[in-house]
């Protein structure tokens, strides 16, 4: 990972070594994630990459009973759904991530507000393996 | 304080192909039935060599009919080459963008008649591929590695709307079952069936066969029911999503001053706004949509209206939650009050406030580029008297169109008004 750029592929690159990266902005504070060459609240380019602690808690979610390609290609499908979701990191953005290690027999049972901590998890195999960020419960 | 159009811009006349499958199609030839039907449509006739621009809102015709560039080959193929021919990309909300910019055009004096169009021709891949294909209009960096689908976002979006107002999911439900209603009786609307014909279907087919025949207390029972409507994204079933769909549709608009010279009966436009956000997860709200509430501000301001004068919308129910969201962005109702008017049927055509009398992108069907050219062609019929079985009571004279693309990084909104 070069710490230097922003670039929005460094956020991707940051997984692939265990890590959930954003930006903070030197001038009004405000923190982003994926990084952001500009911030979105003060335009300013003053902003440095930070790495998050990984906690959060559940926003929002779903489990996937008909999954896009590349996830039946990973082994999903509507007998071994996924969960996925949006969550909001302790320090204050929310991001998108696959929510693994909850009992998806009974999506009612999931509840809002959960806290989360950081995880990774590979999809694929041989060259095609490649890591995604996820989230688990606590 | 949005600002009026600096010139006042009418529609006078519509046109759609019916929507549905249609294997031995193009895209190209259901705009060919929509402008047909549209050139019908126009009380006092006009000619095609008069359109001076020619906006179309198509999502992806790249991955759907491996065809790029498609403007300037539909407007060959009805005729009007060399028009200034202009195709608008803004995923489901494309049509809607692109009668916007149709608008735009006529109201900077540049162009005095525009033809909007919009289509999609989405069956010809394999269902899973046509998932891909959606799924691109999300942020591929951030988003689709999630494992987000399309029905997955909204499903998302509906479990934080029923855990932040303690909503009952059978309000879904309830949304489907009304827009089927209403698409039963629309003859262009790739279901012409309601949910009780679809549940009396099944339980005749399994007679026929012979087979044990399923019994279902009521409609609820039936779409509750996971052999007959299974999920999709939890908690989005089969029949809270709009189908995959093939389809067509036109829009004349001309400068406010010479409608009359086209039609007794103009519909002018009198508000048009339109917002965009970033990606789902950076939203601090997400039982809402907050670019919809955006551009319908925009649009209320520029006509002068509040959602009390809006006598119905059609409004982008790409899924049941998306409508009930809708209501409350629209300002229809309060916030954690759409989930109540959906089951208390305030939202049928003899409710309150009538929203997709035409069956809605959930039964009327959602050829995705297609869909917001097409709201404005039940707008037309609603406004005229001309929306048969399904035409509302009393006098008609306020109508809203809303458009979505992706999850509400894009809402177009359109008012309208009949004046004689």
Known sequence: MTEQSLHSKVFNQAIAENQLIGSHCLVCGNISVPQRQICPNCHSDQVELIKTDGRGTLAAFTVIYVPPTSMVEAGYNAKNPYCVGIVALGEGPRISAQIVGLDLNSPENISIGMPLKQTFVVRGEGDAAKKFLAFEPV | ?420
């Open chain 2, 1 to 420: 304080m949005a600002k009026k159009l600096s010139r006042g811009v009418a529609v006078v006349g519509v046109g759609m192909s019916k929507f549905g499958v249609f294997p031995e199609k193009t895209s190209r030839d259901l705009f060919v039935e929509a402008f047909q039907e549209l050139r019908q449509s126009v009380q006092k006739g006009f000619n095609p060599k008069d359109i001076e621009a020619f906006y179309m809102g198509n999502f992806t015709s790249d991955h759907f009919e491996n065809q790029a560039h498609l403007a300037p080959i539909v407007a060959s193929w009805v005729g009007i080459s060399p028009v200034a021919s202009t195709r608008i990309e803004d995923a489901c909300a494309s049509g809607g963008v692109a009668l916007r910019q149709g608008v735009l055009a006529i109201a900077s004096g540049e162009v005095d008649m525009v033809l909007v169009g919009g289509l999609e021709k989405m069956t010809d891949l394999p269902g899973a591929k046509v998932t891909d294909a959606l799924a691109l209009a999300a942020d591929s960096l951030f988003e689709i590695p999630a494992g987000f689908t399309f029905p997955g976002f909204y499903a998302t979006m509906a479990t934080a709307y029923i855990d932040q107002y303690k909503a009952d999911p059978d309000a879904l439900l309830r949304v489907g079952i009304k827009n089927h209603t209403n698409g039963a009786l629309n003859e262009k609307a790739q279901f012409n069936q309601t949910i009780k014909d679809v549940m009396l279907g099944k339980q005749r087919k399994a007679e026929q066969k012979g087979l044990p025949v399923p019994q279902w207390e009521d409609e609820i029972a039936f779409l509750k029911d996971p052999k007959s409507n299974p999920m999709i994204a939890w908690p989005l079933r089969l029949f809270d999503c709009s189908p995959v769909s093939d389809g067509a549709a036109a829009v004349l608009l001309v400068s406010e001053e010479m409608a009359e010279k086209f039609t007794d009966q103009p519909i002018y436009v009198v508000g048009s706004g339109q917002a965009s956000d970033g990606a789902l997860a950076e939203r601090t709200s997400l039982s809402e949509i907050p670019a919809a509430e955006k551009a319908s501000k925009r649009a209320y301001e520029m006509a002068g209206l509040t959602p009390e004068d809006i006598d119905f919308a059609e409004v982008h129910d790409c899924f049941t939650i998306a409508e009930i969201m809708a209501t409350e962005d629209l300002g229809f109702f309060a916030r954690g009050e759409g989930w109540k008017a959906a089951m208390d049927g305030r939202t049928a055509r003899d409710g309150s406030h009538p929203v997709n009398t035409s069956g809605g992108l959930k039964s009327k069907g959602h050829p995705v580029g297609a869909s917001g050219v097409a709201q404005v062609v039940e707008v037309w019929k609603q406004l005229h008297g001309l929306a048969g079985e399904r035409q509302l009571r009393g006098n008609i004279r306020h109508a809203l169109t809303h458009n979505v693309g992706g999850t509400g990084q894009t809402c177009v909104v359109h008012i309208f008004e009949k004046r004689n």
